[in-house]
């Protein structure tokens, strides 16, 4: 029961462009969503995230949409950097526990 | 440098054995949490802390056990290993605040059973 999905394993874009990741949940008790970046043979290191009482939060070049109708977030890269290409995984939790679900991982590279 | 540290980074041992992972969190962070990252399953927690108590578990098999010490450090210890238990241990820590559930991870310890 995969209740975090990223559905793209890989996404590539140039630089400059703006990179876009997706996530998808299955349930409505998730209150608090993250996303962390992972380079290989590192932890992953924490990006930005976001509460379920908003839609939107920007920190920099980073910015998370939540659509929680459609159990959606979406994490926006502008402008793309070489330096940006890593594994990015969403990070969902709820309230009540601590524990991360992660999902699978998306490979941003950006080509220079 | 997200101020969590874990030893040894890497541990290779035979199939059988035990081995004890080793974290220290961030300053001042109570909590502490354990994930394994295998190639098949992805991230996957097992077990949180808080202030040296066990506040969670997730799919922690019972030949794995952990504590938590006064001084907040961390140990997962896993016993009669098996080739599967091959993956990368990492350690989070959080600390209390306006944003409790941001986790803040180690490098990782990278255990090879043989």
């Known amino acids: 029961d995969q209740q975090v999905k990223q559905n793209s394993p890989s996404l590539s874009v140039q630089e400059g462009r703006i990179s876009i990741l997706n996530c998808d949940y299955t349930n409505s008790m998730f209150d608090y969503f993250l996303w962390y970046k992972k380079y290989p043979a590192e932890g992953p290191t924490f990006l930005i995230s976001?509460?379920?009482?908003?839609d939107k939060n920007e920190d920099g070049r980073f910015t998370v949409f939540l659509n929680k109708s459609a159990k959606h977030l979406s994490l926006h890269i502008v402008p793309s950097q070489p330096g940006d290409s890593a594994v990015y995984f969403c990070a969902l939790t709820s309230s009540n526990t601590g524990k991360l679900i992660f999902g699978q991982g998306t490979t941003l590279q950006v080509k220079p | 440098d997200s101020g969590v540290t874990q030893t040894p980074k890497h541990l290779i041992t035979a199939t059988g054995q035990r081995v004890t992972l080793r974290c220290s969190p961030r300053?001042?962070?109570?909590?502490v949490y354990w994930y394994q990252q295998s190639l098949d399953q992805g991230l996957q927690f097992l077990i949180q802390?808080?202030?040296?108590?066990?506040?969670a578990k997730g799919n922690i098999l019972e030949r794995f056990s952990a504590q938590q010490f006064p001084d907040l450090h961390s140990e997962l210890n896993l016993s009669s290993l098996e080739l599967g238990d091959s993956a990368l241990y990492f350690c989070a820590s959080s600390g209390q605040g306006a944003t409790p559930y941001e986790q803040y991870f180690g490098p990782g310890t990278r255990l090879t059973v043989t």
């Open positions: 802390y808080y202030n040296g108590e066990e506040r």
């Open positions: 300053s001042g962070d109570l909590s």
């Open positions: 976001i509460s379920s009482i908003k």
